[in-house]
């Protein structure tokens, strides 16, 4: 017994990460993807061989975000989920829960439930954390909950009843997690499934009408005339490398798109969309310095750039935008950043192999870009995804160089990362507006790096009105 | 000149791949976490993060099993478990120096049999959890299969017909004045490209990517990804080992003993692979499968030909 605990603990020396983004926690995720990369930490693609789900940003009070629950129900024991809402709290909130993986591998412990319970300020309390208390961060997450009875048990008691034998018992969680991509909406099957989840047995599962009350593909004509099966899958929110609150809705053939419509998460946010900040603060008369200026606009491509190079399979390069991008945010010294930054981006645009594997795809010319209000690397490119990445790398190089500019930004600059700042919608408005109608047509994997291509940031999306209000 | 190793060898083989692929996962780790987290500072650094595999498998042996609503858990099973097993026959007719396990006068058929137990296997786990994304990965291994199988085929068939025999041994017996590498260029290049496609890993690694959440692997967790996983290594591990005696000379070379020339050829191999990982992105097959066939085929196909010639004039 003795052995095995040692063995237990030597294994979970470095748990498995599955980080979920909520929209407008940039800061919290980036914070929280460094912290892990300083740990060392693997990071798991999906619930199923993660220890750790950490959800970065603040859950919705009402319990709207039912989602995170059929991720938290997918992954498997030793498991601790928790929620980070600022920065400041990432490696308070993964020390926490590596220590309840260490301790007790035998439970499910779920910091962050749907709707806190109540009493949960001396919870907090008992948990011996000594600024849980009420003030601005009115805690559900970093310190949590230890929760150790009550509902949330049950919910984990479904997994130990059911859940590894043979899985059928878990109500809506494995539903949610297969039909989905990692994460529903919430209306969608996932929850449908939740009202009969214990219900079906293994032996229903070759049944020709809907294997365990799951909805079966569809048919319908495909591009050819032909009568193929026809399937609905919602991508997002939770897949790796997607932005932060998007849910897609395709319509597959095959592995082909046919329709897809956009979807997103309300935003729960206070201050300035991360990315666009310097300039918002400097229209606001704020000096800020364009080396700041500089910095955020090279950080929020290397971002970009990092997911581009991910979701296209190159993980070398993608690994080292983002080591870059997390420097280009700290105070490391501009000489050598610029120089890596400018080195990094010259490899990219050498490789031949990824023009030939990216080009193509997702063709938007400047003129139906304009049209449908973006501006931007977008715009700018006019082209397919390809020239958009190469609009990132040019903007890269530029922006490395104004590293050392301490003059302040002018106050009528508003070009952010991605786009025009003072248009009548924010520029993720205009490119979630065109990504319709560039997947239809495109291949599973090219969706994928056309989505990528544009990034739309949702963070953005209560831009506009948070202006008017504000009266800028 | 080559002959059958004992029987304890049969034994051995298993361990002896595992340990090769856990080597060279702990280099390919190193190589990751170099673009990761930069340069390691120092030589401990280093062994820690040459240590990720295995850190990583005794992490999901301690995790839980689990799975999917409605899930096929004996093909999921069949399809993890078959991988590691057709990595192993693969490897029974790899020699090391001048013996393997068994030398059959099919040798290179039953190599090439074995390694396309590797698209069942693959297809088999994506299918298995009823999940879209690990259906997609499976599904994209078959495409990977359509795509790389012809030109393999034809490179593998370039060195039996250079040696006049699908033994193996014989193979390498042919070599002993000069590598089929050095005469055959075009199909060892193609085989380099096939060996990396069949271990479906690095740049052809797209039916487990990213993208798709981990693919075939999506809904893998505990014991049955370390086993996946492992056994992708170790098919890995005996595909590039397999350019050894097809192409690199087996065990011949000066000096060094023939188990050593070949332990050392293999680490090249697999080096050179790291390296092409590290400088592609994932080839995708609805633009990689053109390529194949219409560079690729008729490129190993004029490659037969020429060796044909040559060997016709003898």
């Known amino acids: 017994m003795d052995l095995r605990d040692r063995l237990r603990r030597a294994a979970l020396s470095r748990p498995g990460v599955m980080l979920v983004a909520l929209p407008g926690a940039t800061p919290v995720r980036l914070e929280l993807e460094a912290e892990l990369r300083r740990r060392g930490w693997p990071r798991s693609e999906s619930p199923a061989a993660a220890d750790l789900l950490v959800v970065a940003g603040e859950r919705d009070p009402i319990g709207e975000d039912s989602w995170l629950d059929g991720i938290w129900e997918g992954v498997p024991k030793p498991a601790v989920r928790l929620a980070v809402r600022h920065p400041g709290d990432a490696a308070a909130a993964l020390d926490t829960g590596h220590r309840l993986l260490r301790e007790d591998a035998g439970t499910r412990h779920d910091l962050a439930p749907a709707v806190p319970p109540s009493g949960g300020e001396s919870a907090a309390g008992r948990n011996g954390r000594p600024g849980g208390g009420r003030g601005e961060r009115t805690d559900d997450g970093a310190g949590g909950h230890h929760d150790d009875g009550g509902d949330q048990d049950d919910r984990g008691g479904h997994n130990d009843h059911g859940g590894h034998s043979d899985g059928q018992g878990d109500p809506d969680g494995q539903g949610g997690g297969q039909e989905s991509g990692h994460g529903d909406s919430g209306g969608g099957d996932g929850d449908g499934d939740g009202g009969h989840g214990g219900g079906h047995s293994s032996h229903e599962t070759h049944e020709m009408s809907g294997p365990a009350g799951l909805p079966m593909a569809e048919r319908a004509e495909d591009r050819d005339g032909l009568t193929l099966d026809r399937l609905h899958l919602p991508l997002g929110p939770a897949l790796p490398d997607w932005p932060a609150g998007l849910i897609l809705r395709l319509v597959l053939q095959g592995d082909v798109v046919q329709r897809a419509g956009t979807e997103t998460l309300p935003v729960r946010r206070r201050k300035d969309p991360f990315w666009d900040e310097p300039w918002l603060r400097a229209a606001r008369g704020e000096t800020v310095p364009r080396a700041e200026a500089a910095r955020r606009r090279c950080a929020a491509h290397l971002d970009s750039l990092g997911r581009f190079l991910a979701v296209a399979g190159w993980d070398d390069p993608a690994a080292r935008a983002r080591r870059l991008r997390d420097g280009a945010l700290s105070a490391e010294p501009g000489d050598r950043l610029r120089e890596d930054v400018v080195s990094l981006a010259r490899r990219v645009a050498r490789s031949r192999a990824l023009r030939l594997l990216t080009a193509g795809l997702g063709p938007l010319p400047a003129a139906e870009a304009r049209a449908a209000g973006v501006s931007g690397p977008a715009h700018t490119a006019g082209g397919d995804a390809y020239d958009r990445l190469l609009v990132w790398l040019d903007e890269l190089g530029r922006a490395a160089g104004q590293f050392g500019d301490e003059r302040p930004l002018a106050r009528d600059d508003r070009t952010g990362p991605r786009g025009t700042l003072d248009g009548a919608a924010p520029p993720s408005r205009g490119l979630l507006d065109v990504l319709p109608g560039l997947l239809s047509g495109a291949e599973f994997a090219g969706a994928r790096i056309v989505v990528a291509s544009l990034d739309p940031d949702l963070d953005e999306l209560t831009a506009a009105d948070r202006r008017e209000a504000a009266g800028v | ?314």
Not at chain 2, 46 to 72: F, G, I, K, W
Not at chain 2, 114 to 119: C, D, G, H, I, P
Not at chain 2, 240 to 250: H, I, K
Not at chain 2, 252 to 263: K, N, Q, R, S, V
């Open chain 2, 1 to 314: 000149m080559s002959e059958t190793a004992p029987l304890w060898a049969a034994a051995v083989l298993p361990f002896a791949l595992l340990a090769l692929a856990a080597v060279t996962a702990g280099c390919g780790a190193a190589v990751s976490a170099a673009a990761e987290r930069g340069p390691a500072g120092s030589a401990r650094e280093l062994t820690s993060r040459a240590a990720a595999p295995l850190r990583e498998a005794l992490r999901l042996l301690v995790q839980q099993p689990r799975t999917t609503t409605a899930a096929d858990g004996a093909l999921r099973r069949a399809g993890v478990a078959l991988l590691p097993t057709a990595a192993v026959l693969a490897g029974a007719v790899l020699p090391l120096g001048f013996r393997s396990v068994t030398d059959p006068g099919v040798g290179i058929v039953w190599f090439n049999a074995m390694e396309v137990l590797a698209w069942a296997a693959v297809w088999l786990t994506g299918w298995g959890p009823n999940s879209a994304l690990s259906l997609t990965g499976g599904y994209r291994f078959l495409a990977q299969g359509l795509a790389y199988e012809l030109p393999h085929m034809l490179a593998i068939t370039t060195a039996a017909l250079g040696a006049e025999s699908l033994r193996v041994g014989e193979v390498v017996a042919r070599q002993e004045g000069l590598w089929f590498a050095l005469w055959m260029p075009a199909a060892f290049a193609v085989y380099l490209l096939s060996a990396v496609a069949m271990a479906f890993w690095g740049p052809f690694g797209h039916p487990l990517g990213r993208d798709a959440a981990g693919g075939a692997a999506a809904e893998l967790g505990g014991p049955a990804r370390l086993v996946l996983l492992g056994g992708r290594w170790t098919l890995l591990v005996v595909a590039a080992g397999f350019a050894v005696p097809l192409f690199l000379g087996g065990g011949h070379g000066p000096l060094l003993p023939g188990w050593l020339w070949t332990l050392l050829k293999t680490a090249a191999v697999l080096a050179v692979l790291l390296a092409v990982r590290r400088a592609l992105p994932a080839v995708r097959m609805e633009r990689y499968t053109e390529f194949a066939w219409t560079v690729l085929v008729p490129l190993t196909l004029l490659q037969a030909l020429a060796v044909a010639v040559v060997v016709l004039n003898r």
